[in-house]
């Protein structure tokens, strides 16, 4: 009797705690809208309310995103409960990224230049048409092409370090923790420690290194091809103790019985190797290569930094390229065109990738 | 969704694991002094690789403290190995204000650095807090609880926080350039809390989803037997549980924030520029001044080389969750 009792009211309370919950987003999307609308029309100058800048709409809507969190709980309980676990993430996520590149794609299609007096305007494809032209852009995916090929080499090289690392060796600790100091190192460090320093023409240990094997005019940074090479050096050293760590983690996973069965049955170490530990290491190395490509892809500080893309761009990357068309343009509505043009190429390149490497792991499951 | 690409899915699964072919050689007769002759030889080809790329990777380090301390004399003369080739001193350390009979009087190069590597110290610990924190509840969230909204189901939403990880930074920097200015948010520490959370979000996320999906759910069961919400089973029991995969999130984002370059160049000027911003400054002046250079090298390296030595379980474990089962 009395639980039925209990069962009524609560009912009642669910049922008033549902609308409370309802109102309250009614309410707080509306006070959103009218921040929204107040500021668009101070922005206008139709209406001056004093609006110094753009950071009430900013509080508005985080106390639009903490209602509808509460109201969620009002509504569905232990359910809402549940969804407050992702909905920061997820409101921090559209609000910081969805949004951004949403507002990239208005500047994208406009002659914006920050240095300019005059408005801005919409030019429909005038940036699309430009960049189609743009050799500094074709020249700067073409260096991408390098860059991304050149991780191929790192992980070759980070292969045998970690091989290395898994034999039997003393001080194994010592040589981990040796390897990976270089990726906690700071890109812009980076670029002064080897770049300016240690590759520099007079006094660079490098340089006396190179002089010493023949090279005569060690200059790590003036032909395209040495200025590459050297950039790619330098983003490798940072780079190998990722991949390594990586394929040290999966090396480390592969059973010690399966090894010593094929040495009992007379393998010899590169057979070893081809036939079981690189095949059991392909999931591995895919995730690895996969990661260190998208970050690739992403190649700038050094490059900003250490050779400011030349000689004649042979070493830019396409970010680089657009942080220069902004500083020393300030032309933003061009950068970020091609900033988008490049988001969708890698978004593209990426899904192509992540498609291949299925493949190549299906097709591997499958002959097993 | 099935053909969804989902980077998890690389994994050494146990049937791979088990059917192996073995090779089928004769083995030839060797004796017992070849045995040890080749094993001595290949353990010494082992060791010698091993020293080269230990002086690759820490010789750079090496140099860049010790050119710290030399003199102008030293660094032309391409001196190396400090008491032996030359007599260490505090020139370059002098400069920055830190060296021992400068650090009490006043300096303004030294005010500038230590501005500088709070500015970073603030943007990497808020930045590095923000994302530990709303990345671990929605890890845990996808973890533990099935969401569907239409037809968005947990794969989908997992999705949508890894995929981010391909967003070129370039693609946002200009746009945060534009909005940043008008919501007054160019050069504070807000503003760059707030684009670093967003760059290491994902790889939190990431680590803790696979921190809490090796955690048994028994646990918190239990407790919701006993009356416990999910909050209160989430803080009282996962929590402490989990603070080993809370670290290793906490420090790999902490050594991206520090060593982030990009959006610290375009998003500060005067007040809240970090060290690397400093750094590179610097270096792009004509004339470089090598033992100032090192020193301001030094001081930003130290954190982290600290961090490497003493926290390289952390780092390593965050690296590889998920990486390999």
């Known amino acids: ?368 | 969704m099935a053909t969804q690409p989902d980077i998890t899915r690389f994994r050494i699964t146990g049937r791979q694991a088990l059917t192996i072919q073995t090779v089928n050689t004769s083995r030839s007769p060797t004796s017992h002094n070849m045995l040890r002759a080749q094993r001595t030889a290949s353990h010494f080809l082992i060791y010698t690789v091993l020293l080269f790329w230990t002086v690759v990777s820490l010789f750079p380090i090496f140099w860049t403290i010790t050119t710290s301390f030399k003199n102008p004399v030293d660094v032309l003369q391409g001196r190396v190995v400090p008491w032996l080739q030359f007599e260490p001193s505090w020139r370059g350390w002098r400069t920055l204000g830190l060296s021992p009979d400068t650090i009490l009087a006043t300096s303004t190069v030294r005010i500038e650095f230590l501005t500088r590597f709070s500015g970073s110290v603030i943007a990497t610990f808020g930045a590095s807090l923000l994302a530990v924190t709303i990345g671990s509840l929605a890890a845990y969230g996808l973890s533990r609880f099935r969401y569907k909204f239409g037809r968005i189901r947990n794969k989908d939403i997992s999705f949508f926080f890894l995929s981010q990880t391909i967003l070129p930074p370039v693609v946002l920097a200009l746009p945060y350039l534009v909005l940043y200015k008008h919501l007054a948010l160019l050069d504070t520490h807000i503003g760059l809390i707030l684009v670093y959370t967003l760059t290491v979000l994902p790889l939190v996320i990431w680590i803790m989803r696979n921190q809490f999906d090796s955690i048994p759910s028994d646990l918190e069961e239990a407790a919701q037997v006993d009356g416990c919400s999910s909050w209160m089973a989430f803080i009282r029991i996962m929590l402490p549980i989990s603070l080993p995969g809370i670290a290793a999130a906490f420090i790999l984002s902490a050594v991206i924030c520090w060593n982030e370059y990009f959006f610290a160049a375009l998003l500060t000027s005067t007040y809240s520029k970090t060290l690397p911003v400093m750094l590179a400054s610097q270096t792009s002046s004509q004339s470089i001044n090598w033992w100032t250079m090192a020193a301001l090298a030094t001081a930003a390296i130290a954190p982290l080389t600290l961090v490497g030595i003493f926290l390289e379980n952390f780092i390593v474990k965050g690296l590889t969750a998920g990486a390999v089962k």
Not at chain 1, 8 to 33: E, K, M, P, Q
Not at chain 1, 117 to 139: A, P, S, T
Not at chain 1, 176 to 187: E, G, I, K, N
Not at chain 1, 202 to 225: K, S, V
């Open chain 1, 1 to 368: 009797m009395s639980r039925l009792n209990l069962n009524y009211r609560s009912n009642i309370d669910s049922n008033a705690r549902v609308n409370w919950g309802r109102y309250l987003i009614i309410v707080a999307t509306a006070g959103f809208a009218m921040v929204a609308f107040a500021q668009l029309l101070n922005s206008y100058q139709i209406f001056k309310i004093g609006f110094a800048n753009f950071r009430p709409l900013l509080f508005a809507f985080v106390l639009w995103g903490l209602a509808f969190g509460y109201a969620q709980v009002l509504i569905r309980g232990e359910a809402g409960k549940r969804l407050l676990f992702i909905l920061p993430a997820i409101m921090y996520t559209v609000a910081c990224v969805i949004f951004p590149t949403l507002f990239g794609l208005y500047i994208a299609f406009s002659d914006w230049n920050l240095s300019a007096f005059e408005e801005h305007h919409f030019n429909g494809f005038d940036n699309i048409r430009f960049l189609l032209k743009d050799v500094y852009f074709w020249n700067s995916l073409g260096n991408m092409v390098w860059y991304v090929l050149a991780v191929f080499v790192q992980y070759v090289i980070a292969f045998g370090l970690a091989m290395l690392l898994n034999a039997e060796i003393r001080a194994r600790k010592f040589f981990r923790v040796a390897f990976l100091m270089p990726f906690m190192m700071s890109p812009v460090a980076v670029s002064w420690m080897v770049g300016k320093s240690l590759m520099e023409y007079r006094y660079g240990p490098l340089a006396t290194i190179a002089r010493f094997i023949g090279w005569e005019t060690p200059a790590f940074f003036a032909t395209p091809w040495v200025a590459r090479f050297s950039i790619m050096g330098m983003d490798a050293w940072v780079s190998i103790p990722f991949i390594m760590i990586l394929l040290l983690a999966g090396l480390q996973a592969v059973p010690k019985e399966t090894l010593e069965a094929a040495k009992v049955d007379g393998a010899s170490t590169f057979q070893a190797f081809r036939k079981i530990i690189f095949p059991l290491m392909l999931p591995v190395s895919v995730t690895a290569v996969t990661l260190r490509i998208i970050g690739e892809l992403k190649l700038a500080d050094i490059v900003i930094t250490m050779t400011a893309g030349g000689p004649g761009g042979a070493t830019d990357t396409v970010s680089s390229f657009i942080y220069r068309e902004y500083r020393d343009r300030s032309n933003v509505g061009y950068a970020t065109m091609i900033a988008e043009v490049y988001l969708i190429l890698v978004i593209i390149l990426v899904s192509l990738m992540l498609v291949g490497a299925n493949r190549i792991l299906q097709k591997y499951g499958d002959t097993t």
